[in-house]
């Protein structure tokens, strides 16, 4: 059983470029949540994703976005990067109804 | 708005022997979850523990324990036996279910973290 994966691993982008990110949850989620770990920081929450709608959502601004497909795959994606970007993102999957994430390996962006 | 806060940036402990890391958090909440992540150099966070707060009870898995405080808002993890394999990031996290849509994932909220190092 395939555990959550992201793709890709890292990735390397400029200011004010676009980047897009993504997420397979594990078998069986139907909730995917996405988080920025900033170098030596923990995980902060941007949004979650249920039912292919945004449910909740962090403290973000609105260039970061995200979809959810019908197979609960998810993608997040970033307009306008700017350097403080620059994190690791990680991908959290599980079920609506029970309190318990799974991560991912996370993509690391880096935005020159 | 809940807060999380980790007091110990750096430990470390020799193998074989304890460790306790510090977890306070804030909130008005009565019902939520508490949980313990490990992330190792390979950067995959992995569940360690997790505790429901309207258990008094403090959860325990194999080597790993937690002594939940609800009243002091304190959830510290003890680490029994330490092994290589413990060096890491441990982060503690608050969840506070969503109440919309019946109750459901609320978002994990997390600390700083402590940078643990197990030496032989």
């Known amino acids: 059983d395939a555990g959550v994966t992201q793709s890709p691993t890292h990735l390397i982008k400029t200011r004010g470029q676009q980047v897009t990110l993504r997420c397979s949850p594990k078998?069986?989620?139907?909730?995917v949540s996405w988080y920025q770990q900033a170098l030596g920081q923990g995980p902060q929450f941007i949004f979650q994703y249920y039912e292919e709608e945004e449910r909740q959502r962090g403290n973000f601004p609105d260039r970061f976005s995200g979809h959810q497909f019908p197979n609960y795959s998810s993608e997040l994606n970033v307009n306008a990067l700017l350097l403080g970007d620059s994190a690791l993102y990680l991908c959290?999957?599980?079920?609506?109804?029970?309190?318990?994430?799974?991560f991912g390996p996370g993509t690391r962006l880096t935005v020159l | 708005a809940q807060t999380v806060t980790q007091s110990q940036p750096e430990m470390s402990v020799q193998e074989a022997e304890t460790v306790t890391l510090s977890c306070t958090y804030d909130t008005s909440e009565s019902n939520y979850y508490l949980f313990w992540y490990k992330q190792p150099p390979s950067r995959q966070m992995i569940l360690v523990i997790r505790?429901?707060?309207?258990?008094?009870q403090n959860a325990t898995e194999n080597r790993f324990s937690v002594n939940f405080q609800k009243a002091a808002k304190s959830f510290s993890l003890k680490i029994s036996d330490s092994q290589l394999g413990d060096t890491a990031m441990y982060f503690c996290a608050f969840m506070k279910p969503f109440m919309n849509y019946g109750g459901s994932q609320g978002n994990l909220i997390f600390g700083k973290g402590t940078k643990l190092s197990v030496k032989p």
């Open positions: 505790q429901e707060a309207y258990k008094q």
């Open positions: 959290a999957s599980s079920l609506m109804r029970v309190y318990e994430q799974f």
């Open positions: 078998s069986g989620h139907d909730t």
